[in-house]
């Protein structure tokens, strides 16, 4: 069975860092395009940033760009957010979610919901 | 970045009722395009993608159809499990994209 488990959110000032972290089971892990999707409290969904399966290719949405990092580690079957000079707008639901190949997502976890607020 | 309109933004359903939503991009996807159900407090699920392809487990009476542009997501004879909200995401390029969603209810 596919699980992701995401963990690290929580409430963090405006300015401040938090690292989101996803650990994932049930599949090869180092075969698959990782990817981080947020949703806004009330709001529709937002793909935030993906990455190759070896770490070589990464994307951001352009409002995260320079300020948020996707990262990999295959030995522990885990990816990571590491989230720097938060806004208030990045309040949000992040999930950590698999891609098929580098296109849909077919696996999503839990979520950990990040506020930014003072 | 491409511009996904989803349409209606809600509707009202009854069990059995036939419900279509269409998504339009601002560009053509070359058929990259999906579907998810969402239920309050939970992760999306994925229903179609590649425009037209159901997702393995997910029930026959959703279907995609659509192309280029103009992409629809239908359900046949509406269960009471599938109110819910719909998203379209088209994943051509990139920054990928999400629909604004919509709101099935009960009528």
């Known amino acids: 069975e596919v699980q992701l488990v995401e963990s690290g959110g929580g409430l963090v000032q405006p300015g401040g860092s938090l690292r989101l972290s996803c650990t994932a089971s049930?599949?090869?892990?180092?075969?698959?395009?990782m990817s981080w999707v947020r949703q806004a409290p009330g709001k529709g969904l937002e793909w935030v940033a993906n990455i190759k399966q070896d770490g070589s290719e990464k994307y951001y949405v352009d409002s995260v760009k320079g300020r948020f990092t996707i990262s990999r580690d295959n030995a522990k079957n885990s990816v990571y957010l590491q989230m720097n000079s938060l806004r208030a707008e990045d309040t949000a639901v992040y999930y950590c979610?698999?891609?098929?190949?580098?296109?849909?997502?077919?696996?999503w976890g839990q979520g950990t919901l990040v506020t930014v607020s003072s | 970045a491409i511009r996904m309109t989803q349409s209606p933004s809600s509707l009202s359903a009854s069990t059995g009722d036939r419900v279509t939503i269409t998504c339009r991009a601002s560009q053509g996807l070359n058929n990259h395009l999906a579907w998810y159900q969402q239920k309050p407090g939970k992760a999306p699920n994925l229903l179609i993608y590649a425009a037209s392809t159901l997702q393995s487990g997910v029930p026959s009476r959703f279907s995609g159809s659509g192309s280029a542009t103009d992409f629809t997501l239908t359900i046949n004879c509406l269960q009471s499990e599938d109110f819910a909200t719909y998203y379209c995401h088209q994943y051509y390029s990139y920054p990928w994209t999400f629909g604004q969603g919509t709101k099935v209810e009960v009528k």
């Open positions: 979610a698999k891609n098929i190949a580098v296109g849909q997502f077919d696996y």
């Open positions: 049930g599949f090869t892990f180092s075969s698959s395009w």
